[in-house]
C-alpha cells in the first residue's frame, strides 16, 4: 500500500488495502475514488478499454457496506431504466413506485456517454439533488450515495457528449493512461493468480464508518491562506491572460469542489489540515473538466488540463 495512504484511518485505509491489492499501477485512481467517498462527490473515470475501470468499481463495492447496482449505458436506453416507474397493481387498483438501479449507495454507470440526453438528464437531478422525482412525488436516495460513470474516449458512434452541466455535476474526472511494461507484467501475474487461487473477499466497512470518516474529512481544517490560494487558481481562468483561451471558466462550484477533494486527500495521508500540496494534486482532475476552451484555442492543440497546469505554475501560494 502507497505508504501516505496507511496514515489514513482504519476503515479507510482498509478500503485502500483491498483497492490497491486488486488495482495495479492505479494509486491516482485509488486515491480518487477513496477521494469521492469521503468528499460525497461523483466521479467521472475516462480511459480506453481494458484500463479496469469497471473492476475498480466493483472492488470498491466489495470494500465497502451498502448496496451496488451497475447500469450499462446504450442509445436506447430510457430514464426509467435508471430512475424506476410507476407499476399498475390492478388488485388494488393503485400505482406503485418501483426503484430503478440508481438506489443504491454506490452506482457504475458504464460508457455514460451512450446513455441518450433523457437518461443524462434524469441522472443529474439524481446526482445534483440526492433525489428522483416520478411523476407528482420525490424520492429520496440512499446516503451516501456516490455515482462513478466511465466513458471510453475512443469510440464516437452511437455516443452522446456530456453537457456542460453534467460534467459540473463530477466532483473530478479522472484521465487513465496505457501502463508501462512493469505494470502490465504485475497485472498479468496479478489475474494469472486470480485465476488460480481466486479473489479473497474482505470484510466490509461499516456505512456508519464511511459517514464518520466523511464526517472527519470535511472537518480537516483549510487556513485562511490556503482559501485564498484556492480562490485564486479558480479565478484566474476567469483573467488574463487565460481568458483569451476560454470560453467558459470555473464557476463557483469548482472552487467548492476543490476545496473539498484537498481537504479528502489530507485527511487520506493522515493530516487534520489540508496543505498547498493537496490542492496542487487534484486542481486538474478538479477543475479541467469544468473550463469550455474557445475554438481558437482547441484548434490551436490547447487542452483544458494543459491550462490548469500553466495556472498552477503562475498562481503561488502564499
Same mark, same amino acid.
Given at each position: 500500500m502507497d505508504q501516505t495512504i496507511k496514515a489514513?484511518?482504519?476503515g479507510v485505509g482498509r478500503l485502500a488495502a483491498h483497492l490497491e491489492d486488486g488495482l495495479v499501477g492505479h494509486q491516482v485512481l485509488v486515491e480518487r475514488l477513496l477521494i469521492g467517498v469521503l468528499a460525497g462527490? &461523483?466521479? @467521472? *473515470?475516462?480511459?480506453?478499454p481494458g484500463l479496469a475501470k469497471t473492476r475498480a468499481v466493483k472492488w470498491l463495492a466489495e470494500?465497502?457496506?451498502?448496496?451496488?447496482?451497475?447500469?450499462?449505458?446504450?442509445?436506447?436506453l430510457m430514464p426509467a431504466d435508471l430512475t424506476g416507474t410507476p407499476v399498475y397493481r390492478p388488485q388494488d387498483g393503485t400505482f406503485e413506485f418501483v426503484k430503478g438501479p440508481v438506489? &443504491?449507495? @454506490? *452506482?457504475?454507470?458504464?460508457?455514460?456517454?451512450?446513455a441518450p440526453p433523457k437518461v443524462q438528464s434524469a441522472l443529474l437531478e439524481a446526482m445534483a439533488e440526492g433525489q428522483v422525482t416520478a411523476g407528482n412525488e420525490t424520492h429520496p436516495l440512499p446516503d451516501p450515495f456516490l455515482v462513478v460513470a466511465t466513458q471510453n474516449p475512443i469510440e464516437h458512434d452511437g455516443t452522446f457528449p456530456l453537457p456542460e452541466a453534467q460534467l459540473d455535476r463530477f466532483l473530478m474526472h479522472v484521465v487513465l493512461t496505457l501502463p508501462d511494461p512493469d505494470t502490465e507484467r504485475r497485472i498479468l501475474d496479478l489475474v494469472e493468480a486470480e485465476s488460480v487461487?481466486?479473489?479473497?473477499h474482505p470484510e466490509p466497512v461499516p456505512l456508519a464508518e464511511v459517514l464518520?470518516?466523511?464526517k472527519q474529512a470535511m472537518a480537516v481544517?483549510?487556513?485562511p491562506a490556503l482559501k485564498d490560494y484556492i480562490v485564486r487558481l479558480v479565478t484566474a481562468?476567469?483573467?488574463?491572460?487565460?481568458?483569451?483561451?476560454i470560453e467558459h471558466a470555473v464557476s463557483p462550484r469548482g472552487t467548492l469542489a476543490l476545496a473539498a477533494a484537498a481537504k479528502a486527500r489530507a485527511y487520506l495521508h493522515g493530516r487534520d489540515h489540508a496543505l498547498p500540496e493537496d490542492v496542487e494534486a487534484v486542481a486538474s482532475d478538479a477543475l479541467a473538466h469544468r473550463i469550455v476552451l474557445t475554438w481558437r484555442a482547441v484548434a490551436e492543440g490547447r487542452t483544458a488540463r494543459a491550462l490548469i497546469a500553466d495556472v498552477l505554475k503562475q498562481v503561488e501560494p502564499l
Open positions: 489514513a484511518p482504519v462527490g &461523483h466521479l @467521472l *473515470v475516462e480511459g480506453a470494500a465497502m457496506e451498502g448496496t451496488f447496482a451497475r447500469i450499462q449505458c446504450t442509445p436506447d438506489f &443504491h449507495n @454506490l *452506482v457504475l454507470v458504464d460508457e455514460i456517454n451512450r487461487s481466486g479473489v479473497t464518520e470518516a466523511r481544517h483549510l487556513s481562468t476567469r483573467v488574463a491572460p487565460f481568458k483569451d483561451e
